[in-house]
T-cell receptor, first 111, second 115 residues
């Protein structure tokens, strides 16, 4: 079983719409969760971290964590063409140095 | 992003060569990581140094050899690589566990091609 699973996409949304990206994880004891954006040919860029159940908002981005259901999601409001990228979900299971990444979801925002 | 730098950015090497990748972080972190990113695969954690001690070594072939002389610098020494080692090699840094939030920040990566 994969540690972190994401739909590979591609996910296409029109400009101005809400993009919803989902991630599930297998280790119920996981503590920390991260979303990264990766443009083609570039390295991952941290968007948000979330550690507690509920929502965390930062500008147009909202991370949602539900530990009971073992999923974490990222909502992008008012999507822009510049948001077109691959979004990686990462999980730190036990508070140590091990981080598990999903394969990423490719998002395309259509002008 | 200049918090984590990597050199070289691109590297082409033959299977018999020896080369080294360099990473430097300017974020005051005390944990550093090497990842391998291949197409269609999740990032693979190769090595972790926390407080200058190697704490993770995830079944990486011995042709990859890490070195962490201090908390700001990390090297990956390469020798007798195989074509399947061609990938993007990413360095990251974070605070050590137990010392506050430990988001990882990545360098720009080294695109390695083994011929």
């Amino acid at each position: 079983q994969k540690e972190v699973e994401q739909n590979s996409g591609p996910l296409s949304v029109p400009e101005g719409a809400i993009a919803s990206l989902n991630c599930t994880y297998s280790d119920r004891g996981s503590q920390s969760f991260f979303w990264y954006r990766q443009y083609s040919g570039k390295s991952p860029e941290l968007i948000m971290s979330i550690y507690s159940n509920g929502d965390k908002e930062d500008g147009r981005f909202t991370a949602q964590l539900n530990k009971a259901s073992q999923y974490v999601s990222l909502l992008i409001r008012d999507s822009q063409p510049s948001d077109s990228a691959t979004y990686l979900c990462a999980v730190n299971p036990g508070g140590g140095n091990q981080f598990y990444f999903g394969t990423g979801t490719s998002l395309t925002v259509i002008p | 992003e200049t918090g984590v730098t990597q050199t070289p950015r691109h590297l082409v090497m033959g299977m018999t060569n020896k080369k080294s990748l360099k990473c430097e972080q300017h974020l005051g972190h005390n944990a550093m990581y090497w990842y391998k990113q291949s197409a269609k695969k999740p990032l693979e954690l190769m090595f972790v140094y926390s407080l200058e001690e190697r704490v993770e070594n995830n079944s990486v072939p011995s042709r990859f050899s890490p070195e962490c002389p201090n908390s700001s610098h990390l090297f990956l020494h390469l020798h007798t690589l195989q074509p399947e080692d061609s990938a993007l090699y990413l360095c990251a840094s974070s605070r050590a566990p137990g010392r506050g939030d430990y988001e990882q920040y990545f360098g720009p990566g080294t695109r390695l091609t083994v011929t």
